[in-house]
């Protein structure tokens, strides 16, 4: 079946705009993740939806970043009056009933 | 709290020779533990994961990892090297709060040499 997608796949924007960012889980997938990966570094997480409990926003970095989920779907990452130090790959991901976080391919945030 | 040690940022091999990546882990409970490798300039793909069920646990392209913890540790290896498998591995505990989220280090770089 399809996987994780997320887009667009590559953002490039210019410092102090907003920005959306979009990750449709796999069907069924009650978590959903997000990730943010710098450039050499490993993930870090940033946000954590369960069905329709309030989200885990204990990984965001700044008041900047916010995400919604709506239901158990689609999730949107904002944020808002970018950044350079916001570039980054930005990843979701959806985990099975039995604990497996698949991986969407990621958004590639370049803030000039 | 739990954390992991990849014990070498870079290792490179000649294609067909064993691969060995290392991982300690520091945990005061049995943790679960996921080998994720990330090739270049793609998505992040689920390799094996330990979850106390086995000590081997065989994963996908021919990889294993064996849980020790007399040596707290969750080695990856495969037999024979293929060039294809050049990539990013990262060895990775799942947190145990109920949000579950993955604890990324660095990860180590594998380089497969003809």
């Known amino acids: 079946g399809a996987g994780v997608s997320q887009s667009p796949s590559n953002k490039v924007t210019e410092k102090g705009k907003d920005v959306e960012l979009r990750c449709d889980p796999i069907s069924g997938h009650t978590a959903l993740y997000w990730y943010r990966q710098r450039l050499g570094q490993g993930l870090e997480f940033l946000i954590y939806?369960?069905?329709?409990?309030?989200?885990?926003k204990s990984g965001l970095p700044s008041d900047r970043f916010s995400a919604e989920r709506t239901g158990e779907s689609v999730s949107t990452l904002t944020i808002q009056r970018t950044q350079q130090e916001d570039s980054a790959v930005y990843l979701c991901?959806?985990?099975?009933?039995?604990?497996?976080?698949?991986f969407g391919p990621g958004t590639r945030l370049t803030v000039l | 709290a739990q954390s992991v040690t990849q014990l070498d940022s870079h290792v490179s091999v000649s294609e067909g020779t064993p691969v060995l990546l290392r991982c300690n882990y520091s945990?005061?409970?049995?943790?679960?533990l996921f080998w994720y490798v990330q090739h270049p300039n793609k998505g992040l793909q689920l390799l094996l994961k330990?979850?106390?069920?086995?000590?081997l646990v065989k994963g996908i392209n021919g990889f294993e990892a064996e849980f020790k913890k007399s040596e707290t540790s969750f080695h990856l290896t495969k037999p024979s090297a293929h060039m294809s498998d050049a990539a990013e591995y990262f060895c990775v505990p799942r947190s145990r709060g109920s949000q579950g989220n993955l604890i990324f280090g660095k990860g180590t770089k594998l380089s497969v040499k003809p």
């Open positions: 330990y979850t106390s069920a086995a000590t």
């Open positions: 991901a959806s985990r099975s009933p039995n604990n497996e976080q698949f």
């Open positions: 945990s005061s409970y049995s943790p679960s």
């Open positions: 939806f369960q069905g329709n409990s309030a989200p885990d």
